[in-house]
């Protein structure tokens, strides 16, 4: 019954490798997000993708390419890690992208990169 | 661009003691606001909304009033327990072209003692 899901929920690696993260979500919404949450507990907007399109990027690295294979899917995959990436990656979802519109988040997934 | 301030923690109370965690907020147009909760080592959950000026979101206790004259949108609830402990987070989303996304708080850690 999880509404939001992401794998895996810790991910450790080297520096140099290429990682993946997988988003699904079973709310039927048609925007998903991704957040990065720093050691700090500060919060930003990464991506955002609205019926499988692009919608924001917010200036991240281009070794950041987010996927949406299907408006319940929304992976991030990282190549050349730096040690400057480890941190909480959240994935969300909302309905329309609308000002009222909550937006559901999974449980993060812990990258630590070494 | 938008932006939202909260009060810095982390803040300290003891069981029954009442909470104020102060947020305001600068947007270029009409935004609702958000406080979200995070529990440690969970995502993020909506605590509370409000969608327009004077509106007041209410949940498990707390409370906030969107105020636009001084552009604030602070938590309070009266009698903390000790499973309030968690980040709070207070987050805008604009009407306007980026209402796509939440903009974020920084956050403020609370801890209840018993």
């Known amino acids: 019954d999880t509404a939001v899901s992401q794998t895996p929920k810790y991910l450790v690696t080297q520096m140099g490798n290429d990682k993946s993260i997988k988003c699904e979500q079973n709310?039927?919404?048609?925007?998903m997000y991704w957040y990065k949450q720093d050691s700090k507990k500060f919060l930003k907007i990464m991506f955002s993708?609205?019926?499988?399109?692009?919608?924001i990027n917010e200036t991240v690295p281009n070794r950041f390419s987010p996927k949406s294979p299907d408006k319940a899917h929304l992976n991030l995959h990282i190549n050349s890690l730096e040690l400057g990436d480890s941190a909480v990656y959240f994935c969300?979802?909302?309905?329309?992208?609308?000002?009222?519109?909550?937006?559901?988040f999974g449980p993060g997934t812990r990258l630590t990169v070494l | 661009g938008d932006s939202v301030t909260q009060m810095e923690g982390p803040v300290t109370l003891s069981e029954e003691a009442f909470l104020t965690i102060n947020c305001t907020y600068t947007a270029t147009g009409y935004p609702s606001l958000f406080w979200y909760v995070q529990y440690p080592g969970e995502g993020l959950q909506l605590l509370l909304k409000a969608t327009k000026a004077d509106d007041k979101g209410s949940n498990k206790g707390f409370e906030a009033t969107y105020r636009k004259e001084t552009t604030s949108f602070h938590l309070e609830k009266g009698s903390v327990q000790v499973s309030d402990s968690a980040v709070y987070f207070c987050?805008?989303?604009?009407?306007?072209?980026?209402?796509?996304?939440?903009?974020f708080g920084k956050g403020t850690l609370l801890t209840v003692n018993p």
């Open positions: 993708y609205n019926n499988k399109e692009l919608i």
């Open positions: 969300a979802s909302s309905q329309e992208g609308g000002a009222h519109n909550e937006q559901f």
């Open positions: 987050a805008l989303k604009d009407s306007g072209g980026s209402n796509y996304k939440l903009t």
């Open positions: 709310l039927g919404h048609d925007t």
